[in-house]
């Protein structure tokens, strides 16, 4: 993609605050509600194995230690066709070292908060984490489907409890540097903080 295309995508999802849904959701605290998703999203070319470089939280206090590395998210069609099977896979640290493979499996929907009009950039997804069932939503920001993508995540337990992430996503284990600083502008522009940004290691993988 070029610079030019790339700076426009960027354009366009900062300039998409403020447009509100005024469709009422379980996700009303989330920025999803000020979010401009990517509308024209290629869902067959989205799918595949993508590498989370780095994860942006709105609140500091909410920013820990990332205890793996290696991170990859896999999307897959299943039967139905607005539903994915999603496979998450890393390594797991602990003091500094690896200590064992880790991972989750789930299912995220399309068009679960709005059937009439569903949009491939929006999914729901609920999955269990010990005692808590949690419901997320997640919104794809700006991508171009084959080498980068922006992916805001709004994550709820059973208390209420809010924890929002933006995710830079690559389809290889690192990012040419002029696009990872325009995706962090991004991100910045919508509100989260650079401070509070963390590098996933993708390194000896």
Not at 23 to 46: G, K, M, S, W, Y
Not at 49 to 57: C, D, E
Not at 89 to 111: C, F, H, K, Q, W
Not at 157 to 184: I, P, Q
């Amino acid at each position: 993609m070029s610079a030019l295309r790339l700076f426009a995508v960027a354009l366009i999802a900062v300039c998409g605050l403020g447009l509100v849904q005024s469709q009422e959701d379980p996700f009303a605290r989330c920025h999803t509600q000020i979010l401009v998703p990517h509308h024209f999203l290629n869902l067959p070319r989205f799918l595949g194995t993508w590498y989370p470089l780095k994860i942006a939280y709105s609140k500091a206090n909410q920013v820990a230690q990332l205890n793996f590395t290696c991170l990859q998210t896999r999307f897959e069609q299943s039967q139905q066709t607005n539903v994915l099977n999603v496979t998450e896979s890393y390594l797991i640290v602990e003091n500094g070292v690896v200590t064992a493979p880790g991972g989750s499996e789930s299912t995220s929907t399309i068009g679960e908060l709005n059937p009439a009009q569903p949009i491939p950039a929006i999914w729901v997804n609920r999955y269990q984490d010990g005692n808590q069932t949690h419901m997320s939503q997640s919104t794809v920001v700006a991508s171009d489907e084959d080498s980068w993508a922006l992916v805001y995540h709004c994550d709820l337990d059973n208390s209420g409890a809010l924890l929002e992430r933006m995710f830079l996503w690559s389809r290889k284990r690192s990012l040419d540097s002029t696009v990872e600083d325009v995706l962090d502008t991004v991100a910045y522009g919508i509100g989260f903080r650079r401070e509070n940004v963390l590098k996933v290691d993708q390194t000896q993988c």
